[in-house]
């Protein structure tokens, strides 16, 4: 009975930890709560000449799809990395379901443009993340102004 | 000492600052490059050419993990053009503390399509040794990458060919670059103090062209802590000598 009862106990948790695996999807929180709505800000980049853009996308399927799409990207590979230019500009990702924020992100829009999940997770984004983000909040390219093939 | 922007007084003619992409921005801050950069349309830009002396790095460092590049290429400025590719080679410097030893090595990369720095050794690699460094991306339409470094000093050299057309630059850009190396944490490892960089015969090539850097219609970037002009200043370039092919550039700070 003892250890019928520990087992009862300790398999929800493990459960929930997903057994010590490295675990690549969102958290349990924000699984159980699925995004509807897409705060983005990108800041100033004086510089460049580049204004501030503040946009929310209410479309939970296009949310709900970018969201996925970047617990899909992998990590950054291991090793000294030369980046692409990296002008600094950024997209600051707000994913909320309704009011209520689930998971915040930032898209480094030029250089290795790498997304950060959090401080600790960190991913290689790839073109076709950055046309699905442009897509997804109306942007025709992260950069303003930049040529594409 | 003022020291920017740069002024631009320098014995050759400076070419009209003209640019296909609509993004333009000459003598412009960076997080992480500082040299010269010829711009043009994508597929314009095809081989580059450099010599550099591996530096010796000075002083104690400010952060530890110290890691500068020295670097000719091709494509890469995701300013102008998305997605930027740039098929790059040239010598990094590293070092871990202050007092412990400076590691060097010289590499080829292909970013993003293919990994991080690849080493492509030489017989040897000491500070203040000569090294040529030469790539091209599909030259002509051939089909390949080719990335090739030539010790001068100790008269060796290592070379690579990649044919997977997917790791073919942008080719909006040519360019000569000073760079703090990334790392898979998404930072920026210090800059090591390598005093004053010399980029010797900076050739950037079209498909007709073979020609210096500063010759071109091209830009420069300056490396500051932040990216922007209020950022600390890093690195940053001098003026382009011997008929546009030949620049410095200078260490300012280390994080």
Redesign the interface.
């Given at each position: 009975m003892k250890l019928h009862g520990m087992v009862l106990v300790l398999l929800p948790i493990l459960l929930l930890t997903g057994c010590g695996t490295n675990d690549s999807s969102p958290s349990s929180t924000s699984t159980t709560l699925k995004p509807t709505v897409l705060q983005v800000l990108r800041p100033t980049?004086?510089?460049?000449g580049i204004p501030s853009l503040d946009r929310t996308v209410r479309d939970a399927t296009a949310v709900q799809r970018l969201y996925a799409a970047a617990y899909k990207l992998p990590?950054?590979?291991?090793?000294?990395?030369?980046?692409?230019?990296?002008?600094?500009?950024v997209y600051q990702l707000d994913f909320l379901h309704d009011k209520t924020s689930l998971q915040k992100m930032t898209l480094?829009?030029?250089?290795?443009?790498?997304l950060?999940l959090d401080k600790h997770d960190?991913r290689?984004s790839?073109?076709a993340f950055?046309l699905l983000f442009s897509k997804t909040i109306g942007v025709p390219?992260?950069?303003?102004?930049?040529?594409?093939? | 000492m003022a020291i920017l922007p740069r002024t631009h007084q320098s014995t050759y003619h400076f070419p009209s600052h003209q640019s296909n992409s609509p993004n333009s921005c000459f003598g412009c801050p960076s997080v992480n490059w500082a040299g010269n950069v010829d711009t043009g349309a994508r597929g314009t830009y095809r081989d580059g050419s450099v010599t550099v002396t591996v530096p010796n790095i000075n002083g104690a460092l400010s952060n530890s993990n110290s890691d500068g590049s020295y670097w000719v290429g091709v494509g890469g400025d995701s300013y102008i053009t998305s997605p930027a590719e740039v098929v790059q080679a040239g010598v990094d410097t590293y070092k871990a503390c202050s007092a412990c030893p400076q590691y060097n090595t010289s590499w080829w990369e292909v970013y993003p399509n293919i990994k991080p720095e690849q080493d492509l050794p030489l017989c040897r690699l000491n500070t203040g040794d000569q090294v040529y460094s030469f790539i091209d991306s599909n030259d002509n339409n051939n089909g390949k990458d080719y990335f090739y470094i030539s010790n001068v000093s100790a008269n060796c050299y290592n070379s690579h060919t990649e044919t997977n057309q997917s790791y073919f630059s942008d080719s909006a850009t040519g360019e000569c670059i000073a760079e703090r190396t990334g790392n898979n944490s998404g930072g920026y490892y210090s800059l090591p103090d390598f005093g004053t960089e010399q980029f010797s015969g900076c050739t950037i090539d079209t498909n007709t062209r073979v020609d210096g850097v500063g010759n071109y219609t091209h830009i420069y970037h300056y490396m500051t802590s932040d990216g922007t002009s209020s950022g600390r200043v890093l690195a940053y370039p001098g003026p382009i000598t011997n008929s546009g092919y030949d620049f410095p550039v200078y260490w300012k700070g280390g994080a």
């Open positions: 980049l004086k510089d460049y990590a950054p590979p291991s090793g000294r990395i030369n980046c692409p230019l990296d002008i600094g500009l480094q829009a030029t250089g290795c443009q790498f950060f960190v290689a790839d073109y950055q390219s992260l950069v303003p102004g930049q040529s594409h093939p | -």
